[in-house]
């Protein structure tokens, strides 16, 4: 079984005790570990699958948190630095009656946007794994340029490389600054995973098959679509197929998307991580494990103790099938 690496930030959401409220009316919060690479590195643990966290943390007591949690569910952390010159990021959430959620985040830099090239190692990475990262770490600061070195190293040890833009517009001084950052890193990706919410902004087009095709540049060759409560889409350059979502009562959506895309790269690292030898009719199953693996997540609060063991989802896949 390969090794799912992700890299860039793990932070400490503060999740509001009060449902429904807009932020400024939040008065009490509850910390929570988070970062969409850390969740998506606890998901594949979660599962049973092998997993490795890449970042920098404070020397701080939420720096520990993290730690802790990461490997309390499975995820390797000797990948992990630490440094005293800033602390580990915040961000303060508030969470509207249907699951969504507002961000305000803490980071003049915060520790994540610190880790250097020098601190990534090309002996980590193997054929057989996979480096899947975001879009909040390729903001202008070193950790943007760790990116660069870990992908290159995982892509010549003959690794996938995975990539979820996971939009987070209050973080950057204007759009176009992510925008840019998400386009000139996606030709370096095999596999892209993106949501119907952000697929407009990323392409700047509005015709969803147009968009969807305009994506396949440089080396992306799958792309995982997500629709919410719909479900989602495998596309490749030659088809789709399509799993439908897994009816739950929601009530909180964090790590929905983190767990979605944990979920396919555990299935993933445990094949070999090939995914253009999969059939169509794998590739449904991936997805219908995926997705009620991230709907397991919208039914329980917070995004790591949220997720589901691989039994848990087997038991639901296997009923959906009977
Ligand atoms: P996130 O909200 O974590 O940022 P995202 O925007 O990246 O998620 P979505 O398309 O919203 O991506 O959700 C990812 C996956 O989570 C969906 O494809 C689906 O499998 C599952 N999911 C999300 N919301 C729901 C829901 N309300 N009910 C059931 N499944 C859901």
Not at 204 to 226: M, N, R
Not at 231 to 244: I, L
Not at 257 to 268: M, R, T
Not at 304 to 312: G, H
Request: glycine letters at 10%; one cysteine or more; charged letters at 20%.
């Amino acid at each position: 079984m390969g090794t799912v690496f992700t890299i860039g930030e793990a932070l400490i959401d503060f999740v509001p005790a009060e449902i429904g409220v807009e932020l400024k009316k939040v008065c009490t919060f509850r910390k929570a570990a988070g970062g969409a690479p850390a969740n998506v590195a606890s998901a594949v643990a979660r599962l049973g699958g092998s997993s490795a966290f890449i970042g920098k943390l404070g020397e701080d007591g939420f720096g520990d948190y993290l730690v802790e949690t990461m490997a309390s569910v499975g995820v390797r952390t000797d990948c992990i630095t630490r440094t005293g010159e800033a602390n580990t990021a915040l961000a303060f959430v508030s969470l509207k009656e249907d699951g969504s959620r507002e961000f305000s985040f803490y980071r003049n830099p915060s520790a994540d946007m610190l880790l250097a090239p020098d601190e990534i190692a090309e002996s980590w990475f193997q054929a057989g794994d996979i480096l899947h990262y975001g879009s909040v770490d390729l903001i202008e600061a070193p950790v943007k340029y760790a990116h660069i070195k870990a992908i290159k190293a995982m892509q010549a040890a003959g690794g996938l490389i995975s990539f979820d833009p996971n939009v987070r517009l209050p973080l950057w001084s204007n759009p176009q600054d992510c925008r840019q950052a998400i386009l000139e890193f996606l030709p370096q990706s095999h596999i892209l995973k993106i949501s119907e919410d952000e697929l407009e902004f990323i392409t700047g087009i509005s015709d969803e098959a147009q968009a969807l095709a305009s994506l396949f540049v440089g080396k992306v060759a799958h792309i995982l679509y997500t629709r919410g409560a719909n479900g989602a889409v495998w596309y490749t350059k030659q088809d789709a197929v399509e799993a439908e979502g897994y009816r739950v009562q929601a009530i909180d959506t964090t790590g929905a998307g983190d767990s979605f895309i944990g979920a396919v790269l555990y299935q993933l690292a445990r094949e070999g991580a090939e995914p253009g030898r999969m059939s169509p009719e794998q590739r449904k199953r991936a997805l219908t494990f995926a997705n009620v693996t991230a709907a397991l997540v919208t039914t329980r609060y917070g995004a790591i103790p949220a997720l589901p063991t691989f039994e848990e989802v087997q038991d639901v896949c296997a009923a959906l099938e009977a």
